[in-house]
T-cell receptor
Framework: GQSLEQPSEVTAVEGAIVQINCTYQTSGFYGLSWYQQHDGGAPTFLSYNALDGLEETGRFSSFLSRSDSYGYLLLQELQMKDSASYFCAVRISGSARQLTFGSGTQLTVLP | NAGVTQTPKFQVLKTGQSMTLQCAQDMNHNSMYWYRQDPGMGLRLIYYSASEGTTDKGEVPNGYNVSRLNKREFSLRLESAAPSQTSVYFC?????????????FGPGTRLTVL
């Protein structure tokens, strides 16, 4: 099976940088995704890493180290609207691209 | 483009009742998924369909059945609802192919079983 660990809560102030870590244990690892969810609404895709290194998309960056079974999501120039839950999810090898999600990190951005 | 749509948005059932949750996507995606999300938890995969005509069990399939009616539609059925099935249910889809990893989610169905 698969298991993922991420912090349950993180708090930061507007304009700051925050890093949300994710460690995983899985067989057949293919890649690590990050999703954002506001107030129980539909999760939305943020990023995907299949190879080691950093992927940057605007204010958000995601990092993966396959040898350490570890990844993180980096949010820069935090805004109030970034307050949400953030989930890491592992994709295992297979044609269906199914994901296993972590329990999520609730990010609170303070003014 | 509506993306992924789900009906109903809310539902209250009594223990033992049955119901079907509907999901449709208009993005011509190959793969579709059903998840449940309990309070303060991540999403857990119930069933998935890699392509039209195929379905497979996910992490928590007990008490559920699915039908991939056609490429657009993927329904989830609760034959005899139990209070433990109180949850928010999300449907998702993805195009498939190695270049596509993004799953697109519907707005969810909030189900309460009394």
């Amino acid at each position: 099976g698969q298991s993922l660990e991420q912090p349950s809560e993180v708090t930061a102030v507007e304009g700051a940088i925050v890093q949300i870590n994710c460690t995983y244990q899985t067989s057949g690892f293919y890649g690590l995704s990050w999703y954002q969810q506001h107030d129980g609404g539909a999760p939305t895709f943020l990023s995907y890493n299949a190879l080691d290194g950093l992927e940057e998309t605007g204010r958000f960056s995601s990092f993966l180290s396959r040898s350490d079974s570890y990844g993180y999501l980096l949010l820069q120039e935090l805004q109030m609207k970034d307050s949400a839950s953030y989930f890491c999810a592992v994709r295992i090898s297979g044609s269906a691209r199914q994901l296993t999600f972590g329990s999520g990190t609730q990010l609170t951005v303070l003014p | 483009n509506a993306g992924v749509t789900q009906t109903p948005k809310f539902q209250v059932l009594k223990t033992g009742q049955s119901m079907t949750l509907q999901c449709a996507q208009d993005m011509n995606h190959n793969s579709m998924y059903w998840y449940r999300q309990d309070p303060g938890m991540g999403l857990r995969l119930i069933y998935y369909s890699a392509s039209e005509g195929t379905t497979d069990k996910g992490e928590v399939p007990n008490g559920y059945n699915v039908s991939r009616l056609n490429k657009r539609e993927f329904s989830l059925r609760l034959e005899s609802a139990a209070p433990s099935q109180t949850s928010v249910y999300f449907c998702a889809s993805t195009r498939g192919g190695d270049s596509s990893n993004e799953q697109f989610f519907g707005p969810g169905t909030r189900l309460t079983v009394l």
